[in-house]
């Protein structure tokens, strides 16, 4: 079983910048492809980026050039780096982790608000 424990969370004005990190428990945390999704109210989940065990990475277009996920596979982490952040941002974002036999499992979520 893998637990996933999300943290960065905030408010923050358009243009600024959040870095949410996730960390995992497990042994096989390096298998796992790891991912960020976002829901906003009245929404579907969305996925915001996704990184594999050997490091590929994949964005939502509207984030690209903004946001860059990256894996600690020492420290069991996986971080979103959130810059230029706009209204539009304004979600619930959980931390997802899935192998091919496993998961997916899912953070509890941490709140991340965009307003001026």
């Known amino acids: 079983q893998v637990q996933l424990v999300e943290s960065g969370g905030g408010l923050v004005q358009p243009g600024g910048s959040l870095r949410l990190s996730c960390v995992a428990s497990g042994t096989i945390f390096s298998t796992y492809v790891m991912g960020w999704y976002r829901q906003a109210p009245g929404k579907q989940r969305e996925l915001v980026a996704s990184?594999?065990?050997?490091?590929?990475?994949n964005y939502r277009d509207s984030v690209v050039g903004r946001f860059t996920i990256s894996r600690d596979n020492a420290k069991n982490t996986v971080s979103l780096q959130m810059n230029s952040l706009k209204p539009e941002d304004t979600a619930v974002y959980y931390c997802?982790?899935?192998?091919?036999?496993?998961?997916?499992?899912w953070g509890q979520g941490t709140q991340v608000t965009v307003s001026s």
């Open positions: 990184i594999t065990s050997g490091g590929s990475t």
């Open positions: 997802k982790a899935n192998s091919r036999l496993r998961g997916p499992y």
